[in-house]
């Protein structure tokens, strides 16, 4: 079946470090890619996402690149505020239409 | 335009009873999905709707159903309530394919 792995939280940054957070997945065919973030006592919300290989995704700073050869879709930013504070999700929907989440990752910033 | 609505915000539930969730999706999305978040298991699905009808379904027992409305608007029912039900419920709507969900703010289900 489809999965999606994301790197270990949590991840604790200064302010204006730079973020990567990893984000690979198993799945046949072309899948979409998302990343969704999610703030404290909130519903998730759409980040960026991208449909095909070497598309880029990108929002509000955050950056993502489908790369089908890694089958990654790593989450970047190149400097953090402590309001980016939240836990990121990266999730694929496959050509069935079925959706599956990583387990999330914990990013603190501290001012 | 309105978001996802989800209702009620909070719920506290008795153990063995049951209880309805209720989800309006964006207009015009005909695809509503829900999910349970526990900090244990994290986002589990449940199960999909579009148009109507049970598209994809997850790994919970026939304790867990929903459905959906001709209007889009879907409810999930969880009969004979069990301590680890006890979870944020997400629903999420989509365009379909390739588009990312939307999310509601979630109903805060408790069971004591």
Redesign the interface.
Known sequence: GNSVTQMEGPVTLSEEAFLTINCTYTATGYP?L?W?VQYPG?????LL?A?KADDKGSNKGFEATYRKETTSFHLEKGSVQVSDSAVY?CAL?SEN?????G??TKLQVIP | KAG?T?TPRYLIKTRGQQVTLSCSPISGHR?V?W?QQTPGQ??Q?LF?YFSETQ??KGNFPGRFSGRQFSNSRSEMNVSTLELGDSALY?C?SSL???S???????TRLTVV
């Not at chain 1, 909130?42 to 759409?46: V, Y």
């Open positions: 979409s998302f969704y909130e519903g998730l919300q759409l996402k449909t999700f929907r239409q079925k959706v599956t989440f387990t999330g | 996802v989800q695809s999905s999910y994290g986002l699905f999909e598209r994809n997400l999420a379909g394919s390739g990312g969900y939307t999310f509601g703010s979630g």
